[in-house]
């Protein structure tokens, strides 16, 4: 592995964070091949999925439009690669809030994500992603709040 390799293979889930937290779509989009597989099952008990990168960023917006803030914080990166093939475990911490009269307006989960990359004409590419919830804390209701809330920009200083 080159160090060329192992900085372009973290930056994507560094940008993973970065396009979430700014609402920057087309940079999330980018991290991704077209077609990914998406296990959460550690969070939301639903099975491992394969969607397009495109329907999968449209649903980050749906939800994360509706929060007020988040903070998604990785660490910890441990690489392989094999050839155009790479694995990669960064731990996250990630934060969300969302002012509301149903309790607490922060919740908070850590774990860490595993995903495998492919060497693309365009670079390193994120094929599929399996995230591992350690813990949590606060109120998980409001992402339910979020993704009810309707749509709208909004500016960041």
Excluded at 112 to 122: A, P, Q, W
Aim: aromatic content about 10%.
């Amino acid at each position: 592995m080159t160090f060329d390799d192992y900085n372009e293979i973290t930056r994507r889930r560094y940008e993973y964070a970065v396009g979430i937290d700014t609402h920057d779509w087309a940079l999330l989009r980018s991290i991704f091949t077209d077609e990914i597989t998406m296990d959460f099952s550690s969070y939301s008990g639903q099975p491992s999925a394969t969607t397009t990168a495109d329907d999968w960023v449209a649903g980050c917006k749906l939800l994360f439009m509706g929060l007020d803030a988040t903070q998604h914080v990785m660490t910890n990166p441990i690489v392989d690669v094999d050839g155009d093939v790479a694995t990669q475990r960064m731990y996250m911490k990630a934060e969300h809030f969302l002012q509301n009269d149903q309790g607490s307006p922060d919740f908070a989960l850590a774990g860490y994500y595993d995903d495998k990359l492919i060497r693309t004409s365009d670079g390193w590419r994120i094929e599929a992603v399996t995230l591992t919830i350690l813990w949590n804390r606060g109120n998980r209701h409001i992402m339910e709040l979020a993704m009810a809330r309707p749509s709208r920009e909004k500016h960041h200083i």
